[in-house]
């Protein structure tokens, strides 16, 4: 077993990419012996940003917090061939959890959260399985180039974008593609870019937007369900073939697209699908008192 820690705190100057001063940087540099890498991060709270980056190291962290008003917990270890990475964010002053997360429910902003970001870059060089738990405020996390074998995506009361914001599809296929909320928001744009061969996605109370507008590369079964919270799916244009299943209650309410059809019971589909079934988009939903609604792209 070779572990290896790699830790270099240093101050940099921001460069006009959010509020205050960034410093009190960390790295994972890039070894012979790491051919993966798991990343785990868990943030209670502050602005989180996940991009793809310039350099080689395998993590880049930054902050624009004192290390007295934050608790960083971090552990680099590597075993057969992989990189186990775990990074763990907590704010140990200021508001209490339970009052933030009032302030989430009812749809109050927490002042100075703005201030409070973690900022994490990722080498395409290597590929990278994601675990990523969101407690209070915002996250953004931009996948475009990067090889993620693996993603899983928590939030609780966590506002949460995921895109791809050169348009660059993965470098490798992915296995699964997870995302869960609790109270937050969450959106995914251009899911057809992750290459996810299993989507998994799950509503508790919270929100959750998912973009399939785009024909897929690799054409997945998307498998969800809805607590009491809403789910919104974009589908791709009529030549895209689609199936739906959706085992739903009377106390839910489903609101399908123009363009799907029911072929049998809580089955639906479009008009390609009956010409090209194998290369389907298909979804198998779950949905309890929440709501779910399909749209066309346009």
Not at 147 to 152: Q, T
Not at 154 to 172: F, H, I, L, P, R
Not at 198 to 222: C, Q
């Amino acid at each position: 077993m070779l572990k290896r820690v790699v830790l270099v705190w240093v101050g940099v100057m921001a460069t006009g990419i959010v509020v205050g001063q960034m410093k009190k940087q960390f790295s994972v540099e890039d070894q012979e012996a790491c051919k993966s890498v798991q990343l785990n991060v868990k943030a209670k709270t502050g602005n989180c940003i996940i991009r793809p980056g310039q350099n080689s190291e395998l993590i880049d962290f930054y902050s624009n917090q004192e290390l007295e008003d934050y608790a960083h917990s971090f552990s680099n270890d590597v075993r057969n061939a992989v990189c186990y990475v775990k990074l763990a964010l907590e704010h140990e002053g200021g508001t209490k959890v339970s009052k933030k997360i009032s302030y989430q429910v009812l749809g109050r902003e927490e002042s100075g959260s703005t201030e409070k970001l973690w900022k994490i870059y990722l080498t395409e060089s290597k590929p990278y399985s994601l675990d990523l738990d969101y407690g209070l405020g915002n996250a953004n996390v931009d996948l475009s180039g990067l090889a993620i074998s693996r993603l899983k995506i928590n939030t609780g009361s966590a506002n949460v974008n995921v895109s791809y914001d050169a348009g660059v599809e993965n470098k490798v296929v992915m296995d699964t593609f997870f995302v869960k909320v609790d109270l937050g928001n969450l959106h995914v744009n251009q899911i057809n870019l992750s290459r996810s061969k299993v989507v998994l996605a799950e509503v508790s109370f919270g929100n959750m937007y998912l973009d399939f507008s785009n024909p897929p590369t690799v054409a997945p079964t998307i498998r969800g369900s809805v607590g009491a919270g809403n789910m919104v799916i974009l589908l791709p244009d009529e030549s895209v073939p689609v199936k739906v299943t959706i085992n739903d209650s009377w106390l839910c309410s489903v609101k399908l697209s123009r363009g799907l059809r029911k072929i049998g019971e809580y089955t639906y589909a479009n008009a390609a699908y009956g010409s090209n079934p194998k290369n389907a988009l298909t979804f198998d939903l779950d949905v309890s008192m929440g709501k779910i609604i399909f749209k066309e792209k346009r």
